[in-house]
């Protein structure tokens, strides 16, 4: 197989995931009013979605060693672009909450794949390129506003972003099962053979170093989502910024974000993995609390930076470190990493709404830096392992 290729094919369906997964917070006023939404539907929405990539990184962890990676890949695209079409027909809120479920667990496994194939592509810049491919994901969440203003220019109709969407979806889909079919397969034929059997959870959470990594990963999903779905609300409800300002500064967030994924590798000229991992960490943490104490919209403009440069980078390190330690396990180990970031998106958004619901939401935000102290805790206790796992291969022993 090709490796560029196949590298191109990747970075383009996270590109897309990217777009996809953002779209629905775009489209949701539209969506609500046309279909008749309230807020319990809506929240449920984007529950279920959780739920279905929960599903997903279960299914695609245990069993996408059984297939050939890029022809599934190419398979699952397809699904996407299918669900997508079938929503965009949807007269009933019920249909969408339907819709939502099989989309995580679809999205989900594409994740599992992705993650999976770049990590045996790339062995010795594995680092950089997973922290590339991310960065597709983040620009994809980025072209996702502007693709539906621009749409909306011409129809405004929630429907046609999702069918041009698609479109796009299966251009790539017929490219990917062009090269999945071109030249070699990713791995050998015999070895490929002998890897075609489903994987079991249960030989990695026995193992410290991935439990905590999956503790980890909770950890940031708690921080990247708890910010990203209610900071916009805690400026503007909290400290009676406008809308407009409120949004402003939370860009920052995603602008550190974007650039931590572009830049982090580079670092690792000088850094080890898992001593870059804990800066990466301490500058989010910090970036927390200055969103957390400050009052000043400057402050809490870089506050949003740092926290977005400390945790964009961070997730693909931590990743690729776990694919260094066993890389025979990527799909399980990817699955785990998804279903830990899950549920911490789940924890952050119903904490803080809940105690919202009892307290102002200045003091219900205090969860986002819970959250920052937590995952800080857990990149400290994960990097000991990664560290001692790099003395181990210095030192040759298996």
Request: proline fraction near 3%; charged fraction near 10%; charge should be positive.
């Amino acid at each position: 197989m090709d490796r560029r290729a196949a590298t191109s094919v990747i970075f383009a369906g996270f590109f897309f995931l990217g777009m996809v997964f953002i779209l629905w917070g775009v489209l949701l006023p539209d969506l609500a009013q046309n279909l008749a939404m309230n807020e319990v539907v809506s929240g449920a929405f984007f529950t279920l979605i959780s739920i279905g990539m929960i599903l997903g990184a279960i299914l695609g962890g245990k069993y996408a060693q059984k297939f050939d990676f890029m022809s599934l890949f190419a398979v699952l695209l397809v699904c996407v672009l299918l669900l997508l079409l079938a929503i965009s027909f949807v007269q009933h809120w019920f249909w969408l909450l339907v819709g939502a479920l099989v989309l995580g667990m679809f999205a989900s496994s594409l994740f599992t794949i992705g993650h999976t194939v770049i990590a045996r592509l790339h062995v010795e810049r594995r680092s950089a390129m997973m922290g590339f491919m991310d960065f597709m994901f983040s620009l994809g969440t980025l072209a996702a506003p502007f693709f539906v203003s621009g749409l909306y220019l011409i129809e405004h109709d929630w429907r046609w972003p999702l069918r041009i969407l698609a479109a796009g979806m299966l251009v790539l889909a017929v490219y990917t099962w062009r090269v999945a079919h071109q030249g070699k397969k990713l791995v050998a034929p015999e070895e490929a053979k002998k890897n075609r059997k489903s994987l079991s959870y249960g030989d990695i959470i026995r193992r410290p170093v991935f439990i905590f990594l999956a503790l980890a990963a909770f950890g940031y999903g708690m921080v990247e989502f708890g910010n990203a779905n209610w900071f916009v609300s805690y400026a503007q409800n909290g400290h009676g910024f406008s809308g407009e300002q409120s949004r402003l500064i939370f860009a920052f967030f995603t602008a550190g974000m974007v650039v931590s994924r572009l830049v982090f590798a580079l670092l690792l000229k000088w850094l080890t993995s898992h001593r870059l991992m804990l800066i990466l960490a301490t500058i989010m943490v910090t970036g927390c609390f200055m969103i957390k104490l400050a009052v000043d919209p400057v402050v809490m403009s870089w506050g949003n930076f740092m926290l977005g440069l400390g945790l964009g980078g961070l997730f693909p390190l931590m990743l690729s470190a776990a694919m260094d330690v066993d890389s025979d396990k990527g799909p399980i180990i990817s699955g785990l990493c998804v279903i830990g970031s899950s549920i911490g998106v789940q924890v952050a958004s119903f904490s803080t709404g809940l105690w919202a619901h009892y307290a102002p939401l200045v003091t219900a935000f205090w969860v986002i830096p819970i959250g920052g102290a937590w995952l800080w805790a857990m990149t400290w206790a994960y990097s000991r392992f990664v560290k001692r796992h790099i003395a181990q291969v210095k030192l040759g022993v298996n």
